[in-house]
């Protein structure tokens, strides 16, 4: 009896080493899966290479503003009174939301792309403010600024006009 035991122990535990040997064989020749975050981080490269290489139209009726370095934008809005701007910079559009000054200049800022324009009579200057600072474009006049000498369309100057 004994050795029909031992015999029958030995026959489970060899059944359970080859079992496993099977397993381990059958995965040492197949390729290792790769992780599906791996998958999800392909599917955001290329979706944020999809939304750079996204061209926005330009907005129907933006004044075109010339910059220094050949740098342009494009701004739509009634910038005397709106709330809000469009920008046309870099082929996208942009949002601005006006937010209130004690200087008299007049100042679009979009928290989510970090981008800020600030206007003065003379010029407009636009702003990244995501990191440094930087300054993206300066001396940005309109054509009418720049060829008759026009003052920018600002809040304080439509005040000023309107008296």
Same mark, same amino acid.
């Given at each position: 009896? %004994?050795?029909?035991?031992? !015999?029958?122990?030995?026959?489970?535990?060899?059944?359970?080493?080859?079992?496993?040997?099977?397993?381990?064989? @059958?995965?040492?020749?197949? $390729? $290792?899966?790769? $992780?599906?975050?791996?998958?999800?981080?392909?599917?955001?490269?290329?979706?944020?290479?999809? &939304?750079?290489?996204?061209?926005?139209?330009?907005?129907?009726?933006?004044?075109?503003?010339?910059?220094?370095? %050949? @740098?342009?934008?494009?701004?739509?809005?009634?910038?005397?009174?709106? @709330?809000?701007?469009?920008?046309?910079?870099?082929?996208?559009?942009?949002?601005?939301?006006?937010?209130?000054?004690?200087?008299?200049?007049?100042?679009?800022?979009? !928290?989510?792309?970090?981008?800020?324009?600030?206007?003065? $009579?003379?010029?407009?200057?636009?702003?990244?403010?995501?990191?440094?600072?930087?300054?993206?474009?300066?001396?940005?006049?309109?054509?009418?600024? &720049?060829?008759?000498?026009?003052?920018?369309?600002?809040?304080?100057?439509?005040?000023?006009?309107?008296?």
């Amino acid at each position: 009896m %004994n050795k029909s035991l031992l !015999t029958a122990l030995v026959g489970a535990v060899s059944i359970a080493f080859a079992g496993v040997s099977v397993d381990a064989a @059958a995965q040492a020749g197949a $390729p $290792p899966e790769k $992780p599906k975050t791996v998958k999800k981080l392909k599917k955001s490269k290329k979706h944020e290479a999809a &939304a750079a290489a996204k061209v926005d139209p330009m907005p129907e009726g933006a004044d075109k503003w010339s910059c220094e370095d %050949n @740098a342009v934008l494009y701004l739509k809005g009634d910038m005397s009174r709106d @709330a809000v701007m469009t920008l046309h910079w870099n082929n996208k559009n942009y949002k601005l939301p006006r937010v209130i000054t004690s200087t008299g200049a007049d100042r679009f800022f979009d !928290t989510a792309s970090g981008l800020d324009l600030v206007v003065i $009579p003379t010029k407009a200057m636009l702003f990244d403010d995501t990191g440094d600072r930087q300054r993206l474009a300066d001396e940005c006049k309109t054509d009418d600024m &720049a060829n008759h000498g026009a003052l920018a369309p600002t809040q304080s100057n439509a005040l000023r006009n309107s008296q």
